[in-house]
C-alpha cells in the first residue's frame, strides 16, 4: 500500500521533547485504505511526538464522528467514537512492528509513517454492535422496526387453569415453594 506524505513525520530535523501534530480525518483516508463501512466521518486526531535520545514516543488521540448504519434498522447516523493509542519507536538492525506497542525502526532511517495506526484507532474505537440512538430510547420511527416488534415472539400465557396438568410436574413445583 502506498504511503499517503501527509502521515509521514521527519524526525532527523526534529529538537528533542514534545511536538505536537493534528490530522483531520476524512472519507478519502478511508478510501485509500478501501474501507467501506463509514458512510461519512470526520475525525481529528491529536498526535504528541515525543522525541528523546535513543527512541521516540508517540500518544495518539482520536475524537471525532462516523456516520454508519444502525445494525438493527439499517438507518444511518453519526456515531462518536473517542479512542487512545501509546506507541514506541526504537532502532534496530531491521524493521519490525510485530509489537503492537513497539515499532523498531532500522539504524539510518529518518521518518515514520503514522497513517496505519491512525487508521487502526479509529476502526478500533468503534464499537462491535452499533445501535442508532433512537433505538435505545425508543424515539426512532422505523418500518424496520415496527416490523421486528409484529414478528417477534409473544410470551405464551397460560390463562386458563382448568387444564389438566402432570401431578408429577405439580409436585417438582412444589419443591420450588416450600423454601
Request: hydrophobic share 35%.
Amino acid at each position: 500500500m502506498k504511503q499517503l506524505k501527509e502521515y509521514t513525520i521527519p524526525f532527523v530535523g526534529l529538537k528533542q521533547g514534545i511536538h505536537q501534530f493534528e490530522y483531520e480525518i476524512d472519507d478519502t483516508f478511508f478510501e485509500h485504505f478501501e474501507y467501506d463501512e463509514f458512510n461519512a466521518s470526520a475525525v481529528k486526531i491529536d498526535l504528541d511526538f515525543n522525541k528523546k535520545t535513543t527512541m521516540f514516543e508517540l500518544d495518539f488521540k482520536a475524537s471525532g464522528t462516523v456516520n454508519v448504519n444502525c445494525d438493527l434498522t439499517n438507518e444511518p447516523f453519526d456515531l462518536p467514537i473517542e479512542n487512545e493509542f501509546f506507541l514506541v519507536v526504537k532502532f534496530g538492525s531491521a524493521y519490525n512492528d510485530e509489537n503492537e506497542e513497539l515499532l523498531i525502526l532500522p539504524h539510518g532511517d529518518y521518518e515514520v509513517n503514522v497513517q496505519q495506526y491512525i487508521y487502526e484507532l479509529i476502526v478500533l474505537a468503534m464499537p462491535p454492535k452499533r445501535v442508532h440512538p433512537g433505538v435505545e430510547d425508543g424515539t426512532l420511527e422505523s418500518d424496520i422496526l415496527e416490523k421486528l416488534e409484529k414478528l417477534s415472539p409473544k410470551e405464551n400465557t397460560i390463562e386458563n387453569d382448568n387444564e389438566e396438568t402432570d401431578p408429577r410436574w405439580d409436585k417438582l413445583k412444589n419443591l420450588l415453594n416450600d423454601k
